[in-house]
């Protein structure tokens, strides 16, 4: 993402969010969540809002989220090799 953008993440998001394609073609937005652990599992809204110009008035405004993603992370367990 770019650094603009990097500045309003959460701290706890920093560093591990990106646009898979960062030009958006077609409207179309895709995210990627690296390193993503236990902590990271909860319900996701995804908001598309228009920025607002200089030209335009200022207002509060509410957008009804896009898309809703519950991400559930869990832990592998894999077999110890000692362990056959």
Not at 34 to 58: F, L, P, S
């Amino acid at each position: 993402m770019p650094s603009s953008q990097q500045d309003f993440q959460d701290r706890a998001f920093k560093g591990r969010v990106d646009l898979l394609d960062k030009e958006m073609k077609e409207g179309e937005v895709s995210m990627l969540l690296k390193n993503a652990t236990t902590a990271d599992t909860g319900v996701y809204e995804c908001r598309v809002v228009q920025a607002v110009t200089i030209r335009q008035k200022r207002a509060v405004m509410t957008f009804e989220p896009n898309m809703i993603i519950k991400l559930r992370v869990v832990e592998e367990h894999f077999p110890s090799l000692g362990n056959k």
